[in-house]
């Protein structure tokens, strides 16, 4: 195991070990503790705007609510045997070297009080079988370690027993939140939702100027005009999109390519002011209630506007939702055209428009890019594509080839349903978690920077808004310029020439 | 004496552990699940999650692919105890099923395999420091407790015979509610105290795991969110939302 040919001429060069278990250093995440939400955040969610009196009482009653109403909270405390599978799996771990980074030791900071109070060995046998009391500073450290779990389930991967410390995550924030100790970037956005219809807070009327600004810009580049409709109805198709798509970069080109894609299909399509948000953080804080109000106002839309079709944008949480939950908290959608799946990827879309030659694509716009693909969390293992097991990650790397002359995969197992997270998902997306997302997103980097050796992989794309902030923050860190990563459809909106398109062949594309 | 209170005392772990573990099932089957969470790639279809739990439940998949020594450990551990099992079948039948016979030469070698698998688990327990942070005395004590089974049982086998006609006997026995007198034998009423303690504190341990794999809905679940309504009975409780946007909303 001698590193002998380690990084000589003749060999590639070795950048790491993307899976290097770093020696364990307890306590060093101990003081990463996200802010906390003030009682205007927590409230017009449902929940108590501070600490309540009786939290003790109120977080056990809620552990055992949960255990009652969800089958997956209730068997993943009983099944772990504490093999040790899942130890090297979380990129927090690998990150940070902190062991309440480890899944198992994640799940036990609230399965120890699970034990305690609602199993015999627990109740009768606390130290045999690990179990405390619940005290303010297990409730403490349950916010801070619960808010260093991007809920990505590569542990659940892992697992022998299928157990998704995601599950217990959620949990945990739920049972937080009952008792008034909510996080300030997520519950805020969630009202700020509940008010606006995005988590931007963005009204009708500055959408509606944004998108503007948009058809302008496509006009100069294309010398046609492709549309970014808003309100239209009876449209057939509904896009739901993150409402980063309209501010952020590299997510605006990715809605451009989207318009683009529309436009070359001569499909009719509009945006909602109402449900202008395919992000769910409902999902991140666990509670079923308020990812089903936000889900709702999908429904609203869709009926509102007369659509036939719904379609979510490039967003990795939205698209579990979309994919996995929709059905179930906003369903049934017997009133859309049954034809079509409900709802349905933009990949899909564009996969299918590759499929039939709809689009006519000129690849070598983008040879200035060798692309490499990431896999998001969410829509690697919490959701699927097309009509084939594993779709969600065939489907994007066919759209990349069909739009890219030089694709490259990262290691087999950094990708497909063995990603690594970005290291901002699950809520965590905010600057006063830079130092986590920054450890976090190591493994992703360092297989990146193996590609890029090997390979001379320049970019990288993502289908998630959250990956794309995330990376576009945290890859200068790790060498490259916060424009290496991008949206699949960013390279989709580069290589496709709509009919009649002039160029005036001055093509920036940042 | 001693007979009658080892008789008592299997029929009562028998009870627990059926009872008990019988009631663990029957909660995990109510408790809903509010939402659709396989993880994928999952299967779309019943016959594909039948075949993926059959490929969990007899090759360990996901074992296989996280961690290499655990599995090697597990599947020693596993299958060396599930031919143990088999033969022990001799002891509660007469006459002896022919397929149990077939397996009595494997199944004694088994014990050996076993109780490596279950040693190199443990020295994983101490000497790995990520297993040992999470391992509570619990955990020790549960390797341990099989262990002693597996070595109590090999000694009888290859060291201090026990007059195991008689032990069938005192089996048979209790299955038709008589009670015949147990050999005085320390390793046989040290392995069945043992044995009796493993069935006894199954429903209330981590033995769980065992039945509770099929109650898992990260995999037992269909990935077909999109073709089929999931609705769990509370949920669809929730008072109904409004079809149309409230008017305050509208733009």
């Known amino acids: 195991m001698a590193p002998l040919d380690k990084n000589t001429d003749e060999a590639p060069k070795i950048v790491g070990d993307p899976f290097k278990i770093p ?12 802010f906390e939400a003030a009682p205007e955040h ?25 255990a009652e109403k969800n089958r997956a909270f209730k068997v993943y405390l009983d099944t772990c045997v504490k093999c040790g ?33 609602y199993t015999f060995a627990g109740r009768n046998f606390p130290w045999l079988v690990g179990a405390r009391d619940l005290t303010k500073e297990v409730l403490d450290e349950w916010y801070t370690y619960y808010h260093q779990c991007s809920q990505c389930r590569r542990c659940s991967v892992a697992c022998p027993y299928g157990i998704d410390t995601a599950e217990i995550s959620m949990a945990a924030r739920e049972i937080l939140d009952s008792v008034g100790v909510g996080q300030k970037y997520c519950n805020e956005i969630i009202a700020k939702l509940k008010k606006t219809g995005n988590n931007l807070g963005l009204n009708p009327k500055a959408l509606r100027a944004t998108l503007e600004d948009l058809e302008e810009d496509l006009e100069d580049e294309t010398g046609i005009a492709v549309k970014l409709p808003l309100d239209v109805k009876g449209a057939d198709i509904l896009l739901i999109t993150p409402s980063a798509d309209f501010f952020a970069e590299p997510h605006i080109d990715g809605l451009l390519g989207y318009a683009k894609v529309f436009h070359a299909a001569g499909v009719s399509w509009t945006i909602s002011s109402y449900a202008s948000e395919a992000a769910n953080f409902g999902m991140f804080i666990g509670s079923y209630e ?30 579990r939702v979309g994919y996995s939950f929709l059905n179930t908290l906003a369903g049934p959608f017997d009133f859309l055209d049954q034809n079509y799946p409900i709802p349905q990827h933009i990949m899909e879309f564009t996969s299918d428009a590759l499929d039939e030659g709809i689009l006519k694509i000129d690849k070598s716009r983008n040879d200035e890019f060798r692309m490499t693909y990431h896999d998001s969390c969410n829509v690697a293992r919490g959701s699927a594509m097309g009509r084939k097991e594993g779709g969600q990650f065939d489907l994007p790397r066919k759209v990349l080839k069909a739009v890219c002359n030089h694709f490259y995969d990262m290691e087999q197992d950094t990708i497909r349903e063995n990603t690594f997270c970005c290291g901002g998902g699950g809520g965590l997306l905010t600057d006063d978690l830079m130092d986590l997302r920054i450890k976090g997103a190591k493994p992703r ?25 995330q990376f576009s923050k945290v890859m200068p860190k790790y060498g490259y310029e916060m424009d290496s990563i991008m949206s699949v459809h960013q390279l989709v909106a580069n290589a496709v020439i709509l009919d009649g398109q002039v160029d005036d062949d001055d093509e920036d594309d940042d | 004496m001693l007979s009658t209170l080892y008789a008592v005392l299997f029929y009562v772990a028998t009870i627990l552990l059926i009872v008990g573990t019988g009631m663990k099932v029957l909660k995990y089957a109510k408790t809903p699940a509010p939402l659709k969470i396989p993880v994928s790639p999952a299967p779309r279809t019943k016959k594909g999650v039948v075949l993926r739990m059959g490929r969990e439940v007899t090759l360990f998949q996901s074992l296989f692919k996280s961690n290499r020594w655990i599995w090697i450990f597990a599947i020693l551990f596993h299958y060396g105890m599930l031919l143990v099992l088999l033969r022990h079948l001799r002891y509660f039948t007469q006459p002896v099923w022919w397929w149990v016979e077939l397996v009595q030469p494997f199944g004694v070698y088994a014990g050996f395999i076993m109780v490596a698998g279950l040693a190199g688990l443990l020295f994983r327990r101490i000497f790995v420091n990520r297993i040992r942070y999470i391992s509570s005395p619990s955990d020790y004590l549960m390797l341990l407790l099989i262990i002693g089974i597996g070595v109590t049982g090999l000694g009888m086998k290859f060291l201090m015979p026990v ?14 509610f008589e009670i015949n007198p147990l050999p005085m034998h320390f390793g046989l009423l040290l392995h069945l105290g043992l044995v009796a303690i493993l069935m006894i504190i199954f429903p209330i341990s ?26 769990s009975a509370w949920a669809a409780q929730l008072p109904p939302l409004p079809e149309a946007i409230p008017d305050a909303e509208e733009k």
């Not at chain 1, 198992?104 to 305690?116: I, N, T």
């Not at chain 1, 990146?448 to 993502?462: F, I, P, R, W, Y």
């Open chain 1, 85 to 117: 599978a899942c130890t090297d799996k979380c990129h927090y771990f690998l990150g940070s070297g902190d062991p309440k980074n480890m899944p198992v030791a994640r799940q036990d900071l609230l399965r120890s009080v699970y034990r305690r109070y």
């Open chain 2, 206 to 231: 981590k033995l769980m795991h065992a039945p509770g794999l099929f109650f898992a809905p990260s995999r037992t679940q269909v990935d077909n969110a999109r073709e089929f309504r999931h609705l």
């Open chain 1, 445 to 469: 980097m360092t297989a990146l920077q193996q590609v890029s050796e090997d390979h001379g992989v320049t970019h990288m794309a993502a289908i998630c808004a959250i990956c794309k902030t």
């Open chain 2, 163 to 176: 007059d195991i006609l008689a032990v069938k006997t005192f089996f048979l026995g209790l299955m038709r």
């Open chain 1, 290 to 319: 308020n990812m089903r109000e936000v889900s709702w106002r999908i429904r609203q839309a869709a009926k509102d506007l007369g659509v036939k079709r719904i379609i979510f944008g490039e967003c990795g949480h939205a698209w």
């Open chain 1, 23 to 34: 020696d364990m250093e307890c306590g060093a995440m101990a003081d990463t503790h996200t």
């Open chain 1, 42 to 66: 927590n409230e017009p969610l449902g929940f108590p705007g501070e600490l309540v009196d009786n939290w003790k009482e109120v977080a056990i009653a809620k552990m055992g609510e949960l």
